[in-house]
């Protein structure tokens, strides 16, 4: 479980990091990732499906908005 947990925090950073710096092309590789890793701690309940799918909603909505 922890190692499932700090996948997906390492991964949701990843992409966080490159919104910041506005790498678009790159985040929307790493968000790729994100989702997976999301989705695998969802379906082994380290981290509640909900959570998870609001995680992955609010990245997505963040790489759309870089220019």
């Not at 309940?45 to 992955?56: E, F, L, Q």
């Amino acid at each position: 479980n922890t190692k499932s947990k700090n996948n997906f925090k390492a991964a949701v950073k990843e992409v966080k990091k490159l919104i910041s710096e506005g790498k678009k092309s790159e985040a929307v590789e790493a968000i790729k990732k994100a989702m997976s890793t999301l989705d695998k701690a969802a379906k082994t309940h380290v981290i509640h499906k909900n959570p998870a799918s609001r995680k992955k909603s609010r990245l997505a909505k963040a790489i759309a908005k870089i220019k």
